[in-house]
T-cell receptor
Framework: GQNIDQPTEMTATEGAIVQINCTYQ??????LFWYQQHAGEAPTFLSY????GLEEKGRFSSFLSRSKGYSYLLLKELQMKDSASYLC??????????FGDGTTLTVKP | DAGITQSPRHKVTETGTPVTLRCHQT?????MYWYRQDPGHGLRLIHY???????DKGEVSDGYSVSRSKTEDFLLTLESATSSQTSVYFC????????????FGPGTRLTVT
């Protein structure tokens, strides 16, 4: 089975940096996704990590350690619009993704 | 944005009635998924399809059935709706191969009274 853990809530200040962690235990691991979901909207794709290391995409970066079953999403220069839920999802070789419960990030002025 | 729509967007129905939700895509993607999202539970996979007439169960499939007779359409049916099936339902598509990320439809808010 799959087990994915991420913090329920986080708060940060506009302009700051925040790191959202995700740990997982799974079989048939292929890669790890991060999605962003604003309240009342559908999730949107942010990043996909297959290999160990850091992938940077603008203000957002995602890190993966396969041996440790660990990933994080790093958000820099936080903006108010970054207030949202961030979903970690494990992609398996069965073609399915299993999602964590999400981390609700609140950015304060 | 990926061409994916869901209908209806909102529905209120009574316990015991059958309900069908439709997901339609214009991207010719191979994989299609149905999730439900409830407060505190994130997205949970109900059923998914890896091709026309090829479907498989997800982690919360009891009480749901699906059909995919065309590449572009994936139907989710609640045979006899219960109050525990009140939720927001999201459809998603992905290309498979080297395109693993999923694109989500706008969601259907279903209330079973």
């Amino acid at each position: 089975g799959q087990n994915i853990d991420q913090p329920t809530e986080m708060t940060a200040t506009e302009g700051a940096i925040v790191q959202i962690n995700c740990t997982y235990q799974t079989s048939g691991f292929n890669g790890l996704f991060w999605y962003q979901q604003h309240a009342g909207e559908a999730p949107t794709f942010l990043s996909y990590n297959v290999l160990d290391g850091l992938e940077e995409k603008g203000r957002f970066s995602s890190f993966l350690s396969r041996s440790k079953g660990y990933s994080y999403l790093l958000l820099k220069e936080l903006q108010m619009k970054d207030s949202a839920s961030y979903l970690c999802a494990v992609y398996t070789n069965a073609g399915k993704s299993t999602f964590g419960d999400g981390t609700t990030l609140t950015v304060k002025p | 944005d990926a061409g994916i729509t869901q209908s209806p967007r909102h529905k209120v129905t009574e316990t015991g009635t059958p309900v069908t939700l439709r997901c339609h895509q214009t991207e010719n993607h191979r994989y299609m998924y149905w999730y439900r999202q409830d407060p505190g539970h994130g997205l949970r996979l109900i059923h998914y399809s890896y091709g026309v007439k090829d479907t498989d169960k997800g982690e919360v499939s009891d009480g749901y059935s699906v059909s995919r007779s065309k590449t572009e359409d994936f139907l989710l049916t609640l045979e006899s709706a219960t109050s525990s099936q009140t939720s927001v339902y999201f459809c998603a598509i992905s290309g498979g191969g080297s395109s693993y990320e999923q694109y989500f439809g706008p969601g259907t808010r279903l209330t079973v009274t």
